[in-house]
């Protein structure tokens, strides 16, 4: 978002409270969401309910061309559209809630690192995997992506996306890279987010954070996803510290408020 | 013994010992880690053995271009400067390494190739000075059409265009970052106490440059100069590890603008000038001369007080040329 943009969306912020039919959309969850979307979906999800901001979730076909920026998910406040974890935790801050006020300096930054950290290892190895590698491009994403749609459109977006994916790619220098050396990459960054988190509950402590909502949404989704193979899963599997992190989230945010 | 590895680099000037980010983090983590590199400093990368710089060639003759390839491979070969490091210092290393990559790398990008002026009067000058004939003429301007092409790919957004909005979004997350860094220095010398290591390497090979290099839009070297520990940090790396590159730098300051700043920095323009009048002059009398356009009539002394008549000057004339 520009910075004018981003100045008026939090004045308008913060003139009223969260409302109560706020709704965050993505993509159909059975047959059209991929990796990347749902792992930022719920890594959105995951930080609204730690906010304890009531939020529903809807399923759209057409949910990444409604949002503002082109990424799900998006949410839809009052009468203010917002997308990316990002720019809502900085929306959800103008109208009081934030999870980081606690925090000081020195850890801030390190928040804001690692947030970074996720974003550019597991995010990248995420698109990777479903638009890179041949297997799971012809498999999964291509059939996924192109569902809500007939025949030749599907295959026109699919192959458009997954052109526009391989661009950015090689732009940052991960064109060349075998889907093993993507799986080391996460594995390096699982081995990371493990040190950090080492025995606590939490990243920072004993309360959750922005970074505890977009660790979870990545880890959980790359958990409960069937890819071509299981080799993503199991590099993150064998960090137990993450899954019992993963999993005490679910079951605190996830499983009590949900139908 | 085999031979040792080679990295071809861009060259080095305003101090540093090369002027892409790439090339000073591998320089700098090579000094880090001591590791025995052949540099072969060059402006041309068609002459590198990938295309494109930095370029490393190992013993076996196999050639890396990733910064984190060659640092890895650096690393298996024993020269690890890491090695210190406990395992949350490795992560945090990752992490903020991550951070720069994101949030810092976008405004170098911006202020050396796509802010026209920055672009126009000292990055394209430099290539251009610097690169060989004829890449001059035409490399500069592809390899912005590139930097601008990722800029694109890495904001997501297929219209960038410069200006100043971007400018303004762009700069602000680079100075976010380079607080962020400052305030996790601290006052120590170095990001892991008291030797260097690859994040350390990271972060000089991003900030040296905004440090050193003088733009016309000088925004983030104003930021990072108000930062007191990370403008020492770099400086003391500098000295430390790359003191022949320095000191040339502190010798040469930035080179003397002439009155009128437009003017190309040719030197002794002003004799050039004179000489090629003068040249121009000499000729075109000699052409005249010499076609008769104009003579030269030596007048008697008693033809002076009577108005010289057009026939006698005429027949004067004809005597002449004969």
New interface residues.
């Given amino acids: 978002m520009s910075l004018a943009a981003e100045a008026f969306v939090s004045q308008m912020a913060a003139a009223e409270p969260w409302p109560e039919n706020a709704t965050l959309y993505q993509p159909l969850k059975e047959d059209q969401i991929l990796l990347s979307d749902s792992a930022s979906s719920f890594a959105v999800q995951a930080y609204l309910r730690m906010c304890g901001l009531p939020v529903q979730v809807v399923c759209r076909a057409n949910a990444e061309y409604m949002s503002p920026s082109g990424k799900i998910p998006f949410i839809h406040v009052g009468n203010q559209v917002v997308s990316e974890l990002g720019p809502i935790v900085q929306f959800s801050k103008a109208k009081g809630h934030s999870l980081s006020d606690g925090l000081d300096d020195v850890q801030r930054a390190e928040m804001k690192a690692y947030m970074e950290l996720v974003n550019n290892m597991l995010l990248t190895a995420e698109l990777f995997v479903q638009w890179c590698d041949e297997t799971t491009v012809s498999q999964i994403t291509r059939c996924r992506y192109g569902k809500p749609y007939s025949w030749p459109l599907n295959l026109i977006l699919a192959y458009q996306k997954q052109w526009e994916v391989r661009r950015k790619m090689n732009a940052i220098g991960w064109g060349g890279k075998t889907v093993e050396q993507v799986y080391e990459d996460v594995s390096q960054c699982c081995q990371a987010l493990s040190q950090r988190l080492g025995t606590q509950p939490f990243f920072f402590g004993k309360h959750p954070t922005e970074l505890d909502a977009l660790v979870f949404g990545h880890l959980f989704t790359i958990l409960t996803t069937q890819l071509t193979n299981t080799e993503l899963m199991d590099r993150v599997k064998s960090y137990s510290n993450l899954l019992s992190f993963c999993r005490r989230i679910e079951q605190t945010y996830f499983d009590s408020k949900d139908s | 013994m085999a031979a040792p590895d080679e990295l071809f680099c861009w060259e080095g000037d305003w101090g540093l010992p090369s002027v892409s980010t790439d090339c000073l983090v591998v320089l700098a983590y090579a000094q880090f880690a001591g590791a025995p590199l052949k540099v072969r400093k060059i402006c041309n990368p068609w002459r590198s053995p990938s295309g494109s710089l930095p370029a490393f060639r190992t013993s076996q003759k196999e050639t890396l271009?990733?910064t984190s390839d060659i640092i890895i491979h650096l690393r298996k070969q024993k020269f690890n400067a890491d090695y210190d490091l406990s395992?949350?210092e490795?992560?945090?290393s990752?992490?903020?390494i991550?951070?720069m990559?994101?949030?810092l790398r976008p405004a170098l990008i911006y202020a050396f190739w796509i802010e026209p002026k920055n672009y126009v009067d000292v990055t394209r000058r430099w290539f251009a000075e610097h690169m060989p004939f004829p890449l001059n003429f035409f490399l500069p301007g592809r390899m912005q059409s590139q930097q601008l092409?990722?800029l694109r790919?890495?904001q997501?957004d297929e219209r960038l265009e410069a200006g100043e909005?971007l400018e303004?979004?762009l700069f602000?997350d680079a100075t976010e970052c380079m607080d962020?860094?400052s305030?996790?220095l601290?006052s120590q010398k170095f990001f892991f106490g008291d030797s260097p290591s690859s994040l350390d390497a990271y972060v000089f090979g991003h900030l040296a440059p905004i440090l050193r290099c003088k733009l016309p839009n000088g925004k983030l070297q104003q930021h990072l100069r108000s930062l007191d520990n990370l403008t020492n940090f770099c400086s003391n790396i500098l000295l430390l590890y790359f003191p022949r590159d320095g000191r040339d730098g502190c010798s040469q300051k930035s080179p003397p603008q002439p009155e009128a700043g437009d003017f190309d920095n040719v030197p002794n323009k002003r004799r050039k000038q004179l000489l090629s009048a003068l040249v121009a002059l000499g000729a075109m009398l000699s052409y005249a001369l010499l076609t008769g356009i104009v003579s030269i009539q030596h007048i008697q002394q008693e033809a002076l007080e009577e108005p010289p008549d057009p026939e006698d000057i005429r027949s004067h004339e004809e005597e002449g040329d004969g």
Wanted: charged share 45%; no cysteine; net charge positive.
């Fill in positions: 271009s990733r395992a949350k490795g992560a945090d990752l992490a903020f991550s951070l990559e994101e949030k092409e990722k790919l890495l997501g909005e303004k979004e602000r962020l860094l305030q996790r601290g």
